[in-house]
């Protein structure tokens, strides 16, 4: 079954699913068009997908085994070169055919810069965007774009979605005062707690979409990323929070982005590929 924008590439190493039978639907987004310090995420998709020939398919937490899983992986999305729109657009586009042949799927998405993770977000409609993230995000536009990745956050709270966001360190005077009177609630990584984050999103509508910009970890574990912030979360930090979030609230669909660099076994693509499973198998068991 082929999707009107995508193409095959490296696959898993264990046997995929058709989209008409899969639970979870990976779609790589290679783009970087607008990223502003560190180049590479075009290359993020095939590096976590690499990064995963380095993991045990077993979890040992949930007992779910990944080469179990019904997962189809439809390669990765042709991205228009600097257009951020456009790409969009085709994300948009490919999300909704997914959904056409399998409406119970969800689809997974792999950045790629985080100004695509409006393509899901739209295609979905979820009814609240939980992002894991360094930045707000919040910008009415970046270096004259509104489609920059600096605005995605803003982007998606003017589609009326409720957004709250986790492990931030990084953004402007303006974008804490949009967040103000937007109803944003936003908790600083330095007061980034397990039990703060319950608090907020336990009064969000669902179904809930999630996003995990990687450089909410700290630096150490992700220094290939578009805008690396020293000062962010631990990977267990994050998981509890994930599984509590999956255990609580219907997921319609998650992504990883920002996941860059130019060499196969980059430390920043192990620490997305060992989300990547942790995350398919908690919303498995
Ligand atoms: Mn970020």
Not at 1 to 9: A, G, P
Not at 97 to 119: D, R
Not at 212 to 227: K, N
Request: aromatic residues 10%; hydrophobic residues 40%.
């Amino acid at each position: 079954m082929e999707l009107l924008y995508t193409y095959e590439t490296l696959k898993l190493e264990f046997p995929m699913s058709d989209i008409d039978k899969a639970d979870f639907v990976i779609l790589g987004i290679p783009f970087d068009g607008t990223t502003s310090y560190k180049p590479g995420t075009r290359f993020g998709p095939t590096l976590i997908r690499q990064a995963t020939l380095n993991l045990e398919s077993y979890i040992l937490d949930y007992d779910v085994d990944i080469a179990d899983v019904k997962i189809a992986d439809v390669g990765d999305l042709a991205i228009v070169a600097g257009n951020p729109l456009e790409t969009i657009k085709r994300g948009i586009e490919t999300v909704e055919e997914i959904k056409k042949i399998n409406p119970s799927a969800i689809p997974v998405v792999l950045g790629g810069e985080h100004s695509m993770t409006f393509a899901p977000v739209k295609a979905l409609t979820p009814k609240s965007y939980v992002v894991f993230d360094a930045h707000l995000d919040l910008r009415e536009s970046y270096e004259d774009n509104p489609w920059n990745h600096a605005c995605v956050a803003r982007r998606i709270s003017e589609l009326g979605i409720k957004v709250a966001e986790f492990g931030i360190r990084s953004g402007t005077k303006e974008e804490v005062e949009y967040a103000k009177n937007a109803g944003i609630p936003w908790v600083h990584a330095r007061d980034y707690t397990v039990e703060k984050l319950k608090k907020i999103v336990k009064e969000l509508p669902e179904p809930v979409y999630v996003s995990i910009d990687i450089d909410v970890f700290d630096l150490s574990m992700v220094p290939s990323t578009g805008t690396p912030e020293a000062g962010g979360l631990r990977f267990w930090e994050v998981i509890e929070a994930l599984e509590w979030l999956v255990e609580n609230k219907k997921i319609v669909g998650f992504d990883i982005m920002e996941v860059a660099g130019t060499e196969l076994g980059d430390i920043t693509a192990l620490t997305a590929a060992k989300l990547l499973f942790y995350l398919i198998g908690m919303l498995s068991k």
